[in-house]
């Protein structure tokens, strides 16, 4: 039988994996759909300041995690608090990558070598050329075209 604290690990990653497809869905048909009023100002931004409308989704998107951890708090730490755990882990690690390392609301990790990171901001920079609703590309995080792969590879061996 597999050891309780394995299982609970699987769980986390499986819940952040699976939060990939998610935002992806999210990104696309939501956010990309009825929910534009509140995603268009991220992709025509023109005042300048640092705080979006486009910033509802992190308390959107932060509410299902909140509410996992809480029922499997009170639960006793059943699966429902490692489902929220891989989901706020998630959140956390698109709050790193989109707002600071791609979009550098902080100015932080402006430089890298790493072709992963340099596919991830190429891949979100195709789809910010798009301004409109429709006609976009790329509307996941961390999982990223291999052509964009192949761009950055060459890129870093010049």
């Not at 509410?63 to 996992?68: L, N, Q």
Request: charged content about 20%; some cysteine.
């Amino acid at each position: 039988m597999m050891p309780h604290w394995t299982l609970n690990v699987l769980i986390t990653l499986a819940a952040f994996v699976a939060m990939e497809c998610v935002a992806w869905l999210a990104h696309k048909y939501l956010m990309h759909g009825f929910l534009w009023f509140l995603h268009h100002d991220h992709h025509q931004r023109d005042d300048g300041d640092f705080f979006e409308k486009n910033d509802y989704f992190f308390v959107i998107f932060a509410t299902p995690g909140i509410a996992f951890l809480w029922l499997g708090l009170n639960a006793g730490f059943n699966y429902l608090f490692w489902i929220g755990l891989g989901i706020t882990i998630y959140g956390f690690a698109y709050f790193l990558v989109h707002d600071i390392f791609i979009h550098q609301r902080f100015k932080r990790f402006r430089n890298t070598e790493s072709v992963y990171l340099k596919a991830i901001r190429r891949a979100h920079k195709m789809h910010h050329k798009h301004l409109g609703k429709h006609g976009g590309e790329c509307f996941g995080m961390l999982w990223v075209p291999l052509k964009y792969f192949r761009e950055a590879q060459k890129a870093t061996a010049k």
